[in-house]
């Protein structure tokens, strides 16, 4: 995926000098009077305009006003009105400046169409209206009826128009007539059909981005015939077919077709693209074995979520250049080789359910790895057990390690007390026994610790209340080099800093009570408790984590009232208590009173108006909510909430994916 960056302003130089040299004319003194008209029409035309207007009204030459550039001429040559908290319509009335014309109004809250006269405009070469809320079609123009290509932007070299909501089919560019055409950007709309004919003719193109729309259809062999293409970015869409003939763009820096339907192998020959430094497939239907000649400039490398199968070809380990690796889900077979080791640059590397087999081996090649900072070999090693302490070093950088679902027996090893930097750790769905270190509160950058479903058992350490980053709100400030996937395909972090701040110690055998210093943890957002054997009160200190957005102790032998003081944690939205020992009364006023039955259920001693039992009716007369099969339900519920809540409901991150992404 190519983030979005200001990296081509290259072109963008080259055609403004271009278009200096071509509007070197006749001098006049002020801006032409249709000019000026035409840009007072966009005024008003808009309904907020982050105060434009005043700061116009100071001039009479237009060539003056904020935002605006003429040539020597006096022709208007750049309306520069980015992110200037701009609402409302564009004016038709743009199609009327008639120098050679670079229009940016990217980054507002613009709406509607579109205007049919901009994009039939002869004068605007470079066209910025992306990050606004525009609507309706580009293509739906009364010339771009297939049977005749639109005879419309003529002049126009590059367009943005991302991250709106337009709709309909991507416009047939019409290259042969405009041969300089550079930059087609559309991603993040709702474009839909296939990939238009005759981009083959456009023989400059460098950009072409189409990404996150709902393109169908087969990628055209004729997009393998523009040399000149750069960055190819079309993921998240439905497209099919294969890669043979990608040698033949020789200039290819970025190719990112992830989360398509594509087939077949990747070719052999994609190692003549000397070029390439981004290579993105994952989320596709690729299969056969790897290339042996993957080119060795690539810095980033995803095939995730694939049919590959092979063992993996050693020329990946030739790029010392290689920062993001990530090859998980596939049907790879074999050891991991030694030379991954030879990956100097690698900061994160993702091995997901490849059938890894030794723990122990797979750990001390990879403990060398120097730049290593995220490390993901979940679903592997089925049954084997934790390494001892004295065989693994090194991840002096390690920030985020996943470990889960390996059916891991052994305990919470002591080397990971020696990663000073880490920051998230998941080991759920293990076999882990023995306590929670006490060790755990060394660990200065810790935020996000997974155990669920081990049987760890002993009390909750009061060390765990130390852990220094969920005492303070500080945020890791880390961007990945690829997206994080969580148990959702569709759900990807992009910062470290979007993963919330958790405690999941859930599904274990922990016993003793809740200790008061969890009141020290202010900075955490969810606590998940459920099915242990705690024991005492809900203690009055998790009364005053006033950050917490879900609160699961459901599944324990929790005793006593339901402190009423919970009603401050004012963003919590999930809440279970379910099946412990509690007693009293409901809060029928504030947050809690805001949860379901099920928050509450199997408590035979509570008391309120959710609940079957009604307060100062009940007491002489314990009704048994939990049937068995009532109880099976809850189990699953408690589960369910524990997944869905690690997969990110707390930030809706396939927003931040559209910025990112
Ligand atoms: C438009 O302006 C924004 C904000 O200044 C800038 O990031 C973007 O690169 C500009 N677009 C073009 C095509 O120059
Ligand atoms: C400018 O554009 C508008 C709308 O596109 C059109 O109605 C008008 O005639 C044009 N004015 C001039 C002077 O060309
Ligand atoms: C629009 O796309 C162009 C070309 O990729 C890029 O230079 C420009 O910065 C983009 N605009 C914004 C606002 O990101
Ligand atoms: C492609 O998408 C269009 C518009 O959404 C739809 O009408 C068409 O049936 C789709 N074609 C295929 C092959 O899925
Ligand atoms: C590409 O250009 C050729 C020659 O100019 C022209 O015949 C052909 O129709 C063009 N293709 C498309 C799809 O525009
Ligand atoms: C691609 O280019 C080759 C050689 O220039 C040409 O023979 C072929 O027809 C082109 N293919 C497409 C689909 O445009
Ligand atoms: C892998 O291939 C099988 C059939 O060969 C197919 O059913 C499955 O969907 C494919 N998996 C992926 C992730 O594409
Ligand atoms: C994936 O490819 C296999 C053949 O390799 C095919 O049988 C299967 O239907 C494909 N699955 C999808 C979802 O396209
Ligand atoms: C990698 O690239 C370098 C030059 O950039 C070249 O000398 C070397 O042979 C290549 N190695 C492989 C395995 O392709
Ligand atoms: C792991 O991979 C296997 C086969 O490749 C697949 O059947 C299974 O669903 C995957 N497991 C997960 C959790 O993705
Ligand atoms: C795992 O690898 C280590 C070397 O790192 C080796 O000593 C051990 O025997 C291996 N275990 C198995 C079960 O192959
Ligand atoms: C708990 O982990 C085991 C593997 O250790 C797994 O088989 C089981 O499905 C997990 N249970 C839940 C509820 O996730």
Same mark, same amino acid.
């Given at each position: 995926m190519q983030p979005l960056d200001c990296s081509y302003w290259k072109y963008w130089n080259f055609l403004l000098a271009l278009v200096l040299l071509v509007s070197l004319a006749s001098l006049t003194s002020s801006c032409m009077e249709q000019e000026k008209a035409s840009l007072l029409h966009l005024l008003a035309g808009l309904s907020r305009d982050g105060g434009l207007a005043a700061s116009w009204e100071s001039h009479k030459d237009c060539c003056r006003w904020e935002g605006i550039t003429c040539s020597p001429n006096r022709m208007v040559t750049d309306v520069s009105l980015a992110s200037q908290g701009l609402e409302g319509s564009i004016s038709p009335h743009l199609g009327n400046l008639t120098g050679q014309l670079r229009l940016n109004l990217s980054c507002n809250w613009l709406s509607g169409v579109l205007p049919l006269e901009l994009v039939l405009s002869s004068s605007i070469i470079v066209l910025d209206i992306s990050f606004n809320c525009l609507t309706g079609g580009l293509s739906e123009l009364p010339s771009s009826t297939p049977a005749r290509p639109l005879q419309v932007m003529k002049s126009l070299v590059a367009i943005n128009a991302s991250t709106n909501s337009f709709t309909g089919q991507i416009p047939t560019i019409p290259c042969a007539s405009s041969p300089y055409f550079t930059v087609l950007e559309l991603s993040f709309n709702q474009f839909s059909g296939n990939i238009p004919p005759g981009l083959s003719n456009c023989s400059e193109l460098k950009i072409l981005s189409t990404g996150y729309n709902n393109l169908n259809g087969t990628l055209p062999d004729e997009l393998f015939n523009i040399t000149s293409l750069e960055h190819r970015s079309l993921p998240n869409n439905w497209i099919k077919g294969a890669l043979n003939g990608i040698n033949k763009l020789?200039?290819?820096?970025?190719?990112?077709?992830?989360?398509?339907?594509?087939?077949?192998?990747?070719?052999?020959?994609?190692?003549?693209?000397?070029?390439?430094?981004? =290579?993105?497939?994952?989320?596709?239907?690729?299969?056969?074995?790897?290339?042996?000649?993957?080119?060795?400039?690539?810095?980033?490398?995803?095939?995730?979520?694939?049919?590959?199968?092979?063992? *993996?070809?050693?020329?990946?380990?030739?790029?010392?250049?290689?920062?993001?690796?990530?090859?998980?889900?596939?049907?790879?077979?074999?050891?991991?080789?030694?030379?991954?080791?030879?990956?100097?640059?690698?900061?994160?590397?993702?091995?997901?359910?490849?059938?890894?087999?030794?723990?122990?081996?797979?750990?001390?090649?990879?403990?060398?790895?120097?730049?290593?900072?995220?490390?993901? *070999?979940?679903?592997?090693?089925?049954?084997?057990?934790?390494?001892?302490?004295?065989?693994?070093?090194?991840?002096?950088?390690?920030? *985020?390690?996943?470990?889960?679902?390996?059916?891991?027996?052994?305990?919470?090893?002591?080397?990971?007390?020696?990663?000073?930097?880490?920051?998230?750790?998941?080991?759920?769905?293990?076999? =882990?026994?023995?306590?929670?270190?006490?060790?755990?509160?060394?660990?200065?950058?810790?935020?996000?610790?997974?155990?669920?479903?081990?049987?760890?058992?002993?009390?909750?350490? *009061?060390?765990?209340?130390?852990?220094?980053?969920?005492?303070?709100?500080?945020?890791?400030?880390?961007?990945?080099?690829?997206?994080?996937?969580?148990?959702?395909?569709?759900?990807?972090?992009?910062?470290?800093?979007?993963?919330?701040?958790?405690?999941?110690?859930?599904?274990?055998?922990?016993?003793?009570?809740?200790?008061?210093?969890?009141?020290?943890?202010?900075?955490?957002?969810?606590?998940?408790?459920?099915?242990?054997?705690?024991?005492?009160?809900?203690?009055?200190?998790?009364?005053?984590?006033?950050?917490?957005?879900?609160?699961?102790?459901?599944?324990?032998?929790?005793?006593?009232?339901?402190?009423?003081?919970?009603?401050?944690?004012?963003?919590?939205?999930?809440?279970?208590?379910?099946?412990?020992?509690?007693?009293?009364?409901?809060?029928?006023?504030?947050q809690l009173s805001t949860f379901p039955y099920s928050s509450f259920d199997g408590n035979p001693k509570l008391c309120g108006p959710v609940l079957v039992n009604q307060c100062g009716l009940a007491e002489a007369d314990p009704v048994s909510i939990v049937s068995t099969k009532q109880y099976g339900t809850e189990v699953i519920f408690a589960i369910a909430f524990g997944v869905f809540f690690g997969v990110g409901v707390l930030y809706d991150q396939m927003v931040l994916a559209r910025y990112f992404g």
């Open positions: 020789t200039n290819l820096v970025t190719l990112d077709l992830g989360m398509n339907e594509l087939s077949s192998n990747i070719p052999d020959s994609i190692g003549e693209l000397k070029r390439l430094v981004e =290579l993105h497939l994952g989320h596709n239907n690729m299969s056969g074995d790897l290339p042996t000649a993957l080119s060795n400039c690539t810095e980033n490398l995803d095939l995730l979520y694939n049919n590959f199968t092979g063992t *993996i070809p050693e020329s990946i380990y030739s790029s010392s250049k290689m920062t993001a690796l990530r090859l998980s889900q596939n049907h790879f077979h074999g050891k991991l080789s030694e030379k991954i080791g030879n990956l100097k640059s690698l900061s994160f590397l993702s091995l997901r359910n490849i059938s890894l087999t030794n723990m122990t081996r797979t750990l001390q090649i990879l403990g060398s790895s120097r730049s290593l900072t995220t490390l993901l *070999i979940g679903f592997n090693f089925m049954d084997d057990t934790m390494p001892e302490d004295d065989r693994i070093d090194g991840f002096q950088n390690l920030q *985020i390690l996943a470990i889960n679902d390996c059916s891991l027996s052994g305990k919470i090893p002591h080397w990971l007390s020696k990663f000073r930097n880490l920051r998230m750790l998941f080991l759920q769905n293990n076999q =882990l026994t023995g306590p929670i270190p006490d060790w755990i509160s060394s660990l200065n950058a810790l935020f996000y610790l997974d155990i669920t479903n081990n049987s760890i058992k002993g009390e909750i350490p *009061i060390s765990l209340m130390d852990v220094p980053m969920l005492k303070s709100d500080n945020t890791a400030p880390k961007v990945f080099e690829l997206p994080v996937y969580d148990k959702s395909p569709f759900m990807q972090y992009l910062r470290l800093g979007s993963f919330p701040k958790v405690l999941y110690l859930g599904l274990n055998n922990l016993s003793g009570v809740i200790p008061k210093e969890i009141g020290q943890l202010q900075a955490l957002v969810a606590l998940n408790l459920s099915f242990n054997r705690l024991s005492g009160e809900i203690p009055q200190q998790l009364c005053t984590l006033t950050n917490m957005q879900m609160l699961d102790l459901s599944g324990n032998h929790l005793t006593g009232t339901i402190p009423s003081a919970l009603n401050n944690l004012h963003f919590l939205s999930k809440f279970n208590i379910s099946n412990n020992d509690l007693e009293g009364p409901i809060p029928t006023v504030g």
